[in-house]
């Protein structure tokens, strides 16, 4: 079974720059979360789709984030304009649905750095 | 909301030592999973374990829900368990989103 795959694995844009970063969650897998750590601190949730709803956005920094789920299959967070502060790792992760019980699965990251 | 406590933050090992981290949560959890942030960035699962003891290898985890905590165990530490190893725990409830401790960062020198 492949795991969660994120891409890029790594990213270097200039400030004001648009990105976006993609995640394929395990194939069955109706939830799916991003994260991310920013300059070495705690990880923070950031939003979290169930199929291709949005269930729970409470942790998305500002509205240059957008995250979209269609078709429910793999996931994309854009950041336009990029700015310093959202350089970090962004951490895409999946899990079944059904129970909150189950682990969440996580993939590499992405590392993304704002010049 | 809860609250997720890692201790120590810091830590430096000789390789071939053992060592407890512990993770304290505030509040009743559905979910506690332990992760090993590698030094390439990339989160590695290392134990799903709301409540029990399991062992995978040279770790082993135990959490006692009813006094809101974990340990992570690591036995005869090797220079490729550096890094930073983190707690994270689901509330209790509908919430999905997992809370996470600062971390300890494990150095194991050679």
């Known amino acids: 079974e492949a795991g969660v795959t994120q891409f890029p694995s790594h990213s270097v844009i200039e400030k004001g720059q648009t990105v976006t970063l993609r995640c394929d969650p395990i194939?069955?897998?109706?939830?799916l979360y991003w994260y991310r750590r920013v300059m070495g601190k705690e990880i923070k949730f950031l939003l979290h789709f169930v199929k291709e709803s949005k269930q729970d956005e409470s942790g998305m920094p500002n509205n240059r984030f957008l995250a979209e789920r269609t078709g429910g299959t793999y996931s994309t967070l854009k950041v336009q304009p990029a700015e310093l502060e959202d350089s970090g790792v962004y951490f895409c992760a999946s899990s079944q649905d059904r129970h909150s019980n189950q682990p969440q699965h996580f993939g590499d990251g992405t590392r993304l750095s704002i010049l | 909301g809860i609250q997720v406590e890692q201790s120590p933050p810091d830590l430096i090992l000789q390789e071939g030592a053992n060592s407890t981290l512990r993770c304290n949560f505030s509040d009743s959890v559905n979910n506690l999973q332990w992760f090993h942030q590698n030094p390439w960035g990339q989160l590695i699962n290392l134990f799903y374990i709301p409540s029990g003891t399991k062992q995978n290898g040279r770790l082993s985890a135990t959490t006692v829900a009813t006094e809101r905590y974990s340990l992570l165990y690591i036995s005869s530490s090797q220079t490729t368990d550096s890094g930073v190893y983190f707690c994270a725990v689901l509330s209790a409830g509908n919430n999905r989103k997992l809370i996470w401790g600062l971390g300890t960062s494990l150095a194991v020198n050679p």
């Open positions: 194939s069955g897998h109706d939830n």
